[in-house]
């Protein structure tokens, strides 16, 4: 069964850093697509960065490119989001997804079909 959970959200300032973790188990994540998604209340959950460890490939929504960076440490079955230089409007809560699929970075949620819990960031001004 595979199970992700996250951590690593809070509150912090405009301006701060939060690092994301997405801790994997049942899976390998070199066969999957990973993706970290948000979600503000009265908006649709949108894509903000996911990869495809199997090939090198990520990509980033271009409202947190220059700022979040996406990695994996495979000896942990973890994916990290590291976010910096957090704005207001990054105020969501964040879920990391899986597919099973391997060279290819999905960014369309429906096309996950495993979810974390979430985790809350909230950027104050």
């Known amino acids: 069964e595979v199970q992700l959970v996250e951590s690593g959200g809070g509150l912090v300032q405009a301006g701060g850093s939060l690092r994301l973790s997405c801790a994997g188990s049942g899976f390998t994540v070199d066969d999957y697509s990973i993706g970290w998604f948000r979600q503000a209340p009265g908006k649709e959950r949108e894509a903000v960065s996911c990869?495809?460890?199997?090939?090198?490939?990520?990509y980033y929504a271009d409202s947190v490119k220059g700022r979040f960076t996406i990695s994996s440490d495979n000896a942990k079955n973890t994916v990290y989001l590291q976010m910096n230089n957090l704005k207001p409007e990054d105020t969501a809560v964040y879920f990391c997804?899986?597919?099973?699929?391997?060279?290819?970075?999905?960014?369309?949620?429906?096309?996950?079909?495993?979810w974390g819990q979430g985790t809350q960031v909230t950027v104050s001004t």
């Open positions: 997804a899986a597919v099973r699929v391997r060279h290819v970075t999905v960014v369309v949620p429906y096309l996950y079909d495993n």
């Open positions: 990869m495809s460890n199997s090939d090198n490939s990520t």
